[in-house]
């Protein structure tokens, strides 16, 4: 048995990072060009269409890959995806674009040009409609919707040449990889079957009890959490790794866990985030998500198990990674 194949109809991984002379001309071309500021979780989404991480997107969606997305699931060519991967810009700077400009996209947060984009498109979007299919709300108080509400005037579609993968690689050496890394590693461990865990806290027992069920059925664990921004009062990703590193080594059989990161900001999208996360992780190679409880979750907006059942709600085939899911974990102290 193989390791899944990446997602989309082509099957084999997108990465859309620039490379030797080819990046160093664009970002000389890309100086002299427009610029547009984006926004951190822009920036995330770019770095993983770079590294391959969000195969098979080209870029940032058209108005129909959005609607189609948001309502049902799937992109204008039919290509499953359950939450739109899109880029806001001001009306001012919208109107000084014409489809078919190419333009460069700045960060604040990494203070350079992360990529070039070719705007295949202009349009605005009704974001209520959107928070209320991705997050089932429009409660402002809720984390992505203050996100999506908080966005700018006018989406811009297009293609993109990523120029940068920001500064993940340099503080995260040896954890920041890349689904090519991920899939290599594997096969040189031997592992066909692997169940990615994804992490936005340190590792509790629940989560060491998941990880190990995940061992039990698997050839390994890939223990993939996110690097990007969180919400106030999570606990930051130094601090993540350090504690998830000492588990590893005292607490795991050896050589059955592989810990990463990836350079998303969290959505707290519930149901719709676990679907994404299944999808990336099919590109990263792995056969299983574990979904637990409360998946992605936040507040109260979204029941516990939520996450698990959305996956019987699409379209059969839509994806090749498998949820694992797993019901309450406690310990029972009448055993003692």
């Not at 990529?115 to 299919?133: G, L, N, P, Q, S």
């Not at 979204?302 to 959305?310: E, M, T």
């Not at 709600?313 to 102290?333: H, N, R, V």
Request: aromatic share 10%; proline share 5%.
């Amino acid at each position: 048995m193989a390791l899944v194949n990446p997602h989309g109809k082509e099957k084999k991984l997108k990465p859309l990072l620039l490379t030797g002379a080819e990046l160093e001309a664009e970002k000389k071309k890309a100086a002299s060009l427009k610029q547009i500021k984006i926004a951190s979780r822009e920036a995330g989404d770019l770095i993983m269409m770079g590294i391959g991480g969000f195969t098979p997107l080209t870029g940032f969606m058209t108005q129909a890959d959005w609607k189609g997305v948001c309502a049902d699931f799937k992109m204008a060519d039919g290509t499953f995806w359950p939450i739109p991967i899109t880029l806001s810009a001001s009306k001012a700077d919208a109107d000084g674009i014409k489809v078919g400009d190419e333009i460069a996209l700045f960060s604040d947060e990494f203070e350079k040009i992360m990529a070039t984009m070719k705007v295949t498109e202009k349009y605005t979007i009704d974001k209520t409609f959107e928070c209320k299919h991705i997050f089932t709300t429009a409660d402002m108080e809720h984390p992505g919707v203050k996100m999506v509400m908080e966005q700018k005037d006018v989406n811009l579609a297009g293609t993109v040449k990523v120029l940068s993968q920001g500064g993940f690689p340099a503080q995260y050496p040896g954890l920041f990889l890349t689904p090519a890394e991920t899939r290599k590693m594997f096969e040189e461990k031997g592992w066909n079957t692997v169940a990615a865990l994804q992490l936005r806290n340190p590792m509790h027992r629940s989560h060491e009890y998941l990880a190990k069920i995940a061992v039990e059925i698997c050839d390994g664990v890939l223990i993939h959490q996110l690097l990007g921004k969180l919400k106030p009062g999570d606990i930051p990703a130094e601090v993540r790794v350090k504690a998830i590193d000492k588990l590893v080594e005292l607490y795991f059989v050896k050589n059955t866990c592989i810990q990463a990161g990836y350079p998303l900001d969290m959505r707290y999208a519930g149901p719709r985030e676990a679907l994404l996360h299944a999808t990336f992780r099919q590109n990263y190679g792995c056969y299983y998500m574990i979904i637990g409880r409360d998946h992605a979750g936040v507040g109260e907006y979204y029941g516990p198990f939520d996450a698990q059942k959305i996956f019987d709600q699409i379209p059969a085939g839509s994806l090749e990674t498998k949820p694992l899911k797993i019901d309450w974990t406690f310990y029972c102290k009448k055993c003692d």
